[in-house]
């Protein structure tokens, strides 16, 4: 027995556990050292649901959504469908007031499922195929951002009606930010580049197809990206890209979609975005910008995904094993891994880890979190001396690209997605089974 068990109202003095720039807004630790999001213990979830299953907190999710809204009052919020979406969330999204976007006939018929209005919504990806713009004209999703000359062939050829239409460009800003995720260079696979008259060519060759209504300029400079102001470079670059194409063609754009990319902390210490700056550096960029170029000021849309999901997601998993090597190093083996969280393996993603079914009675060490499919949840992150096998970890920020990127490596199902909020957990997606598994198998 702890001294918090024979004092709890300790528990209640201490330092909080859980960094509230990391965890979900909703995250509490009860009187038995248990954490709690959405009022719901993630005991209970474990019990029923088993492990691991994502979690995502539905108050937290709602409540960074409204925050953009808010803060951004002048833009229209796009949330980034390829960082969590499934029917609910989708119409999470819509009973908020923010659009969807869209890369998939897959993500594009989930929207719809949630009841999302296609004209809020947009498809974008590079190398779309001429069946995913089919289904996106089919529909009448409202814009299409276009990633190539081929795909302005297709489009041309497969629409119907007049289907409004982005260019995306690279407006040649490097982030390079701490893992961050460079797309806004001109060396890289998307897009068009201002420079050397690529971008012109595509406007020409949208231009030429009355079908296409070309309304504006569509750009992502990258993902984690901390400093607003490679936003207000953006939109001043691009800005100039339109009085350019005003003075070519006459054609003056009334949309400028600056993407999203903003920066979420993964572990204490990592810097955010903030939205407050984030909104002063638009207004300020886009007044400079149009007043140099003597350009009507645009709509502007901004598409964030990590920045609504990632906080509001953790992951659950069962501890199994501990190892501690001859080093002094300890390796914690849980019931997950590679399949369930590739973000690690791919791109050296850091994590916050958390004791979540008791109070941790033995001093804090460095641990490995390693996965029994391969590969490793965190590296050397603190957790008691008392863990053992049983025990529930908890995993922050894992709403984006967790669940999203799920794999079937080692051909072990992926894992449910369970939505809390006010004391109650849902489950959003089962599952998914060995027979499912079996049933695309046609041997």
């Given at each position: 027995m702890t001294l918090l068990d024979?004092?709890?109202?300790?528990?209640?003095?201490?330092?909080?556990?859980?960094d509230p720039a990391i965890w979900p807004a909703t995250t509490s630790s009860d009187r038995d050292g248990r954490l709690c999001i959405g009022d719901v213990p993630l005991?209970?979830?474990?019990?029923?649901?088993?492990?691991?299953?994502?979690?995502?907190?539905e108050a937290d999710f709602r409540r960074r959504a409204r925050r953009y809204r808010t803060t951004l009052r002048e833009v229209e919020i796009v949330y980034a469908g390829t960082s969590l979406l499934t029917t609910s969330i989708a119409r999470w999204v819509r009973e908020e007031g923010l659009g969807v976007d869209v890369c998939s006939s897959g993500l594009l018929a989930v929207a719809l499922a949630g009841g999302v209005d296609p004209a809020r919504i947009v498809m974008h990806g590079n190398a779309k195929s001429p069946d995913e713009l089919r289904?996106?004209?089919?529909?009448?999703v409202g814009r299409i951002?276009?990633?190539?000359?081929?795909?302005?062939a297709y489009l041309a050829g497969l629409a119907r009606r007049r289907q409004r239409v982005l260019i995306r460009v690279t407006p040649d800003v490097d982030i390079h930010g701490h893992r961050a995720l460079r797309t806004g260079i001109s060396d890289q696979k998307f897009g068009f580049t201002v420079t050397g008259d690529h971008a012109a060519e595509a406007v020409n060759s949208v231009l030429a197809h009355p079908i296409l209504d070309l309304i504006g300029l569509h750009c992502h400079?990258?993902?984690?990206?901390t400093?607003?102001?490679?936003?207000?470079?953006?939109?001043?670059?691009?800005?100039?890209?339109?009085a350019d194409i005003r003075a070519r063609h006459g054609v003056i754009l009334t949309e400028l979609n600056i993407g999203g990319g903003h920066a979420v902390p993964y572990v204490h210490g990592d810097a955010e975005l903030d939205l407050d700056t984030l909104a002063r550096v638009i207004?300020?960029?886009?007044?400079?910008a149009c007043a140099a170029e003597h350009f009507p000021r645009p709509a502007v849309v901004v598409e964030p995904g990590r920045g609504v999901s990632a906080r509001a997601g953790v992951t659950l998993y069962r501890v199994c094993s501990l190892n501690t090597r001859p080093s002094g190093r300890t390796f914690v083996a849980v019931d997950g891994g590679m399949g369930?969280?590739?973000?690690?393996g791919l791109f050296g993603a850091e994590a916050t880890v958390a004791l979540a079914n008791r109070h941790g009675s033995g001093v804090k060490r460095p641990v490995t979190v390693s996965g029994r499919h391969g590969g490793e949840i965190a590296h050397d992150v603190q957790l008691p001396s008392d863990v053992h096998a049983g025990d529930l970890l908890s995993v922050a920020c894992t709403g984006s690209y967790h669940h999203s990127m799920a794999s079937n490596y080692n051909m072990v199902g992926r894992p449910p997605l369970v939505a809390v909020n006010g004391g109650r957990a849902r489950e959003l997606v089962r599952r998914e089974t060995i027979a499912d598994l079996l049933s695309r198998d046609r041997g």
């Open positions: 024979l004092l709890p109202s300790i528990g209640q003095a201490a330092p909080r556990r859980f005991t209970d979830i474990a019990d029923e649901f088993g492990t691991p299953v994502y979690v995502i907190d289904d996106a004209v089919t529909v009448g951002v276009l990633d190539s000359s081929l795909e302005i400079i990258g993902s984690q990206v400093d607003p102001g490679f936003y207000g470079e953006a939109i001043r670059r691009l800005i100039a890209a339109m207004e300020d960029s886009l007044d400079e369930d969280n590739p973000r690690v």
